[in-house]
């Protein structure tokens, strides 16, 4: 599927295949239409749904099994059967990727995504005064240019600057200790003599 199709068939060069140049080019022509099939699942059921719409998917007894077990994302499973070749699982309202694994023979796994509503992935500019009533006045920063957004990331990473102000106490209670000191403990620099 790789090589050119059809390719000319010229004197003194090697062909890359030979699928066009038979007595009967119908194999290739249903080579082609098969392997154009396959890549655009256009044989295939969607396996993408959106929120709260009906899954079906296409179970043929001769291909799938009859049974099967259900993992939705963050719940419990729960068992499946095909009927009539299909298999009804029902509207969903949670996001995700969904699981079946069934036994035919060999573990059989398949699965289906739903998919959110494309309103909530609306990606659209919010007002101060929605920021306000979703957040809090005060409770956020808007950050206008990118100098905004490195110091933001600064202080919520790093915070602020300790050292200076635990210097400054300990500073000032090295001075408390002296002045203390002085007026408990006074020295007395002359000599006592003894009697």
Same mark, same amino acid.
């Given at each position: 599927?790789?090589?050119?199709?059809?390719?000319?068939?010229?004197?003194?060069?090697?062909?890359?295949?030979?699928? =066009?140049?038979?007595?009967?080019? =119908?194999?290739?022509?249903?080579?082609?239409?098969?392997?154009?099939?396959?890549?655009?699942?256009?044989?295939?059921?969607?396996?993408?749904?959106?929120?709260?719409?009906?899954?079906?998917?296409?179970?043929?007894?001769?291909?799938?099994?009859?049974?099967?077990?259900?993992?939705?994302? %963050?719940? %419990?499973?729960?068992?499946? &059967?095909?009927?009539?070749?299909?298999?009804?699982?029902?509207?969903?309202?949670?996001?995700?990727?969904?699981?079946?694994?069934?036994?035919?023979?060999?573990?059989?796994?398949?699965?289906?995504?739903?998919?959110?509503?494309?309103?909530?992935?609306?990606?659209? %500019?919010?007002?101060?005064?929605?920021?306000?009533?979703?957040?809090?006045?005060?409770?956020?920063?808007?950050?206008?240019?990118?100098?905004?957004? &490195?110091?933001?990331?600064?202080?919520?990473?790093?915070?602020?600057?300790?050292?200076?102000?635990?210097?400054?106490?300990?500073?000032?209670?090295?001075?408390?200790?002296?002045?203390?000191?002085?007026?408990?403990? &006074?020295?007395?620099?002359?000599?006592?003599?003894?009697?």
């Amino acid at each position: 599927l790789c090589t050119p199709v059809p390719q000319l068939d010229v004197p003194g060069s090697n062909l890359w295949n030979e699928l =066009w140049i038979g007595d009967e080019p =119908w194999p290739t022509f249903f080579l082609m239409s098969g392997a154009v099939r396959t890549l655009s699942g256009a044989h295939q059921t969607g396996l993408n749904f959106p929120v709260d719409a009906e899954v079906v998917l296409a179970n043929d007894p001769q291909s799938w099994p009859t049974q099967y077990e259900l993992f939705p994302p %963050r719940a %419990r499973s729960r068992p499946v &059967k095909a009927a009539d070749g299909s298999l009804g699982l029902g509207a969903f309202e949670e996001v995700g990727i969904f699981r079946l694994r069934g036994l035919r023979g060999d573990p059989v796994a398949r699965g289906f995504s739903i998919n959110a509503p494309a309103a909530d992935t609306q990606l659209q %500019r919010l007002t101060e005064d929605d920021l306000d009533e979703a957040l809090g006045a005060g409770n956020y920063h808007v950050a206008r240019d990118l100098d905004d957004v &490195k110091s933001s990331l600064g202080q919520s990473r790093f915070g602020r600057e300790l050292y200076p102000l635990l210097m400054i106490f300990v500073a000032g209670l090295f001075l408390a200790e002296q002045a203390m000191s002085n007026r408990f403990y &006074k020295l007395n620099f002359g000599r006592q003599r003894g009697t």
